[in-house]
T-cell receptor
Framework: EDQVTQSPEALRLQEGESSSLNCSYT??????LFWYRQDPGKGPEFLFT???AGEEKEKERLKATLTKKESFLHITAPKPEDSATYLC?????????????FGQGTTLQVKP | EAQVTQNPRYLITVTGKKLTVTCSQN?????MSWYRQDPGLGLRQIYY???????DKGDVPEGYKVSRKEKRNFPLILESPSPNQTSLYFC???????????????FGDGTRLSIL
């Protein structure tokens, strides 16, 4: 069964305390893995797309990496404004389909 | 400003009363999609559309209908809503997901539906 699992469900960090969020997947025909940030009362906001194992993308304090079975979102020296729910999603299947599977998210709280 | 607009943002209605949630995007995107978000279940895809007049089922299509008559609009229709369709709904758009060009999606701010 196609599945996307994120861990941990919740993470509390002190400001400046680096950590990583995990997104593991079991799908057939990965075509892309997306990371999003979601603030309360808002729709998800795109962060990164990763296409193939070994790929890395960076944006400010965030760095996303991809292997054949999982992706990590590394947060370096987080600030309180990084508090949000982080979602990963996988696009899979043949090129003429647009099915996207989301993980359940990791809720990050960064305390000053 | 690039955006996906959903209406209404909030709706309380009763079982069986047909309703439509509109979604419009101004980015000329081919791909549009609807999701519902429920506590503990995350975001689940309802329907998606690869282009005008092309729609397909996601993981939870039962009880929903969609149509894509023009590129910018992708309404979600609940013909006979039931309480188990109470949820937070998101519309999203993106460039075509054909071949290797898997472009990210832009999301609306959501529609909170309560079916009594």
């Amino acid at each position: 069964e196609d599945q996307v699992t994120q861990s941990p469900e919740a993470l509390r960090l002190q400001e400046g305390e680096s950590s990583s969020l995990n997104c593991s997947y079991t799908v057939s025909g990965l075509r892309g893995l997306f990371w999003y940030r979601q603030d309360p009362g808002k729709g998800p906001e795109f962060l990164f797309t990763l296409y193939s194992a070994g790929e890395e993308k960076e944006k400010e304090r965030l760095k996303a990496t991809l292997t054949k079975k999982e992706s990590f979102l590394h947060i370096t020296a987080p600030k309180p404004e990084d508090s949000a729910t982080y979602l990963c999603a996988v696009l899979h299947g043949s090129s003429n389909t647009g099915k996207l599977i989301f993980g359940q998210g990791t809720t990050l709280q960064v305390k000053p | 400003e690039a955006q996906v607009t959903q209406n209404p943002r909030y709706l309380i209605t009763v079982t069986g009363k047909k309703l439509t949630v509109t979604c419009s995007q101004n980015m000329n995107h081919e791909y549009m999609s609807w999701y519902r978000q429920d506590p503990g279940l995350g975001l689940r895809q309802i329907y998606y559309s690869m282009n005008v007049e092309v729609t397909d089922k996601g993981d939870v299509p039962e009880g929903y209908k969609v149509s894509r008559k023009e590129k910018r609009n992708f309404p979600l229709i609940l013909e006979s809503p039931s309480p188990n369709q109470t949820s937070l709904y998101f519309c999203a758009s993106g460039r075509s997901t054909g071949s290797y060009s898997n472009q990210p999606q832009h999301f609306g701010d959501g529609t909170r539906l309560s079916i009594l």
